[in-house]
T-cell receptor
Framework: ETGVTQSPTHLIKTRGQQVTLRCSSQ?????VSWYQQALGQGPQFIFQ???????GRGNFPPRFSGLQFPNYSSELNVNALELDDSALYLC????????????FGPGTRLTVT | AQKITQTQPGMFVQEKEAVTLDCTYD???????LFWYKQPSSGEMIFLIY??????QNATEGRYSLNFQKARKSANLVISASQLGDSAMYFC???????????FGKGTKLTVNP
């Protein structure tokens, strides 16, 4: 196990609703990245938080937003859910920007109906 | 922009044999890193191996080795002595130096047969 935890494990929401996903980073890690993995695809970068500040963003609309707390845990918020938002959402933590030590959590599987 | 291509949607191998999973990449940056991750059906991405663009030696981690051919822009993963537990999706990814993100390929599903 990597020490990165995510909650909830599974979630079912209705189109138009809002959802919050949570990630607790590995001890000592101050960077959290979020990825969306649609069925049959590789993960796509959503955004990254480094020491509580957004440090980069992928090609996702503003209804995808995030937050990082002083203990470096993080939230991913998605507003106005669409059917295409159904995916596995992965968070990954690392110490600084050392990507070869980036560890992923088990993911949250979101289904939008 | 960086791009990863994995041309093998699925691969089959007999237990105890070696298998090579292909990965080619495209980047114009001189500094980058290449990664392989394993994703079992449980969903968690498990880091396997890393190769930096300036590393002279091919990376090895236990039964995993990375066949890095910089001129051909390929970074194939070799798994020796396959085990049933190696059955999973395998993703190749690239990270550009100074960038904040990993770019992943579409993955290869490996099935190890007894």
């Amino acid at each position: 196990e990597t020490g990165v935890t995510q909650s909830p494990t599974h979630l079912i929401k209705t189109r138009g609703q809002q959802v919050t996903l949570r990630c607790s980073s590995q001890s000592g890690h101050n960077t959290v990245s979020w990825y969306q993995q649609a069925l049959g695809q590789g993960p796509q970068f959503i955004f990254q938080y480094y020491r509580e500040e957004e440090n980069g963003r992928g090609n996702f609309p503003p209804r995808f937003s995030g937050l990082q707390f002083p203990n470096y845990s993080s939230e991913l918020n998605v507003n106005a859910l669409e059917l295409d938002d159904s995916a596995l959402y992965l968070c990954a933590s690392s110490s600084g920007l050392e990507y070869y030590e980036q560890y992923f959590g088990p993911g949250t599987r979101l289904t939008v109906t | 922009a960086q791009k990863i291509t994995q041309t093998q949607p699925g691969m089959f191998v007999q237990e105890k044999e070696a298998v090579t999973l292909d990965c080619t990449y495209d980047t114009s940056d001189p500094s980058y890193g290449l990664f392989w991750y394993k994703q079992p059906s449980s969903g968690e991405m498990i880091f396997l191996i890393y190769q930096g663009s300036y590393d002279q030696q091919n990376a090895t981690e236990g039964r995993y080795s990375l066949n890095f051919q910089k001129a051909r822009k390929s970074a194939n993963l070799v798994i020796s002595a396959s085990q049933l537990g190696d059955s999973a999706m395998y993703f190749c990814a690239i990270h550009r130096g100074g960038s904040e993100k990993l770019v992943f390929g579409k993955g290869t599903k490996l099935t190890v047969n007894p």
